[in-house]
């Protein structure tokens, strides 16, 4: 088991940069690929960006590739998420995930272990 707990999310003005973090505890960090997920108001919730166990390998979505950064530091059991160049579509609720099971990188991991979110608002 693992718990994931998010923080770092509010309020924003476009272009603007927030830096979200996903502490874990319960079982050694450094086995799981991670990731970001977001759901916006209404919509489904979506991938935003992968990192692999070691943090060697990323992947992002098209909508945020060149504006946020995955990162993790498995010695404090985090994952990060910054976030530059902030618009407003970027609202959302931001998720952390953690993923054992791998059906192929990026988009095959299941991810069996979530937190509970943190709220990103973007203003214009």
């Known amino acids: 088991q693992v718990q994931l707990v998010e923080s770092g999310g509010e309020w924003a003005q476009a272009g603007g940069s927030l830096r979200l973090s996903c502490v874990s505890s319960?079982?050694?960090?450094?086995?799981?690929?991670m990731a970001w997920f977001r759901q916006p108001p209404g919509k489904e919730r979506a991938l935003v960006a992968t990192i692999s166990r070691s943090g060697d390998n990323t992947y992002y979505v098209d909508s945020v590739n060149g504006r946020f950064t995955i990162s993790r530091d498995n010695t404090k059991s985090t994952m990060y998420l910054q976030m530059n160049d902030l618009k407003p579509e970027d609202t959302a609720g931001y998720f952390c995930?953690?993923?054992?099971?791998?059906?192929?990188?990026?988009?095959?991991?299941?991810?069996?272990?979530w937190g509970q979110g943190t709220q990103v608002t973007v203003s214009s």
């Open positions: 995930a953690a993923a054992i099971r791998d059906f192929g990188w990026p988009r095959g991991m299941v991810y069996s272990y």
């Open positions: 319960g079982r050694t960090f450094s086995i799981y690929t």
